[in-house]
């Protein structure tokens, strides 16, 4: 059993910073790889960034450039830091795992068994 919270949304004006954070338990997920994905008003969940269980990372490109993800292995920790903030980035934001372990960092939500309970960010124009 895999059990992921997201924490640190909020509201934040363009052009601004603001990091998410995810916290695993359960489960070890070292070799896991870990996502975040948004779900903007009215669309369905979209990839944002993923790590893969080696440590390769995939960006979105619409965030490429602007969003960091970092892992924490040992704490079992997370990641989102999103800089340059624009409307458009307001979203439910999710924390996923898949539930196999390998390097692949693929986009679609399908992919990914584990998913937290999503922290909104709104970004205000």
């Known amino acids: 059993q895999v059990h992921l919270v997201e924490s640190g949304g909020g509201l934040v004006q363009a052009g601004g910073s603001l990091t998410v954070a995810c916290a695993h338990s359960g489960e070890s997920l070292r070799r896991n790889t870990l996502a975040w994905f948004r779900r903007l008003p009215g669309k369905e969940r979209e990839f944002v960034a993923g790590?893969?269980?080696?440590?390769?990372?995939v960006y979105a490109d619409s965030v490429n450039g602007r969003f960091t993800i970092s892992r924490d292995k040992s704490a079992n920790k997370l990641w989102l830091q999103m800089n340059d903030l624009k409307f458009e980035d307001t979203a439910v934001y999710y924390c996923?795992?898949?539930?196999?372990?390998?390097?692949?960092?693929?986009?679609?939500?399908?992919?990914?068994?584990?998913w937290g309970q999503g922290t909104q960010v709104a970004v205000s124009s």
């Open positions: 996923a795992a898949r539930h196999i372990d390998g390097p692949w960092v693929p986009h679609p939500f399908g992919e990914y068994a584990y």
């Open positions: 790590v893969g269980g080696s440590g390769d990372i």
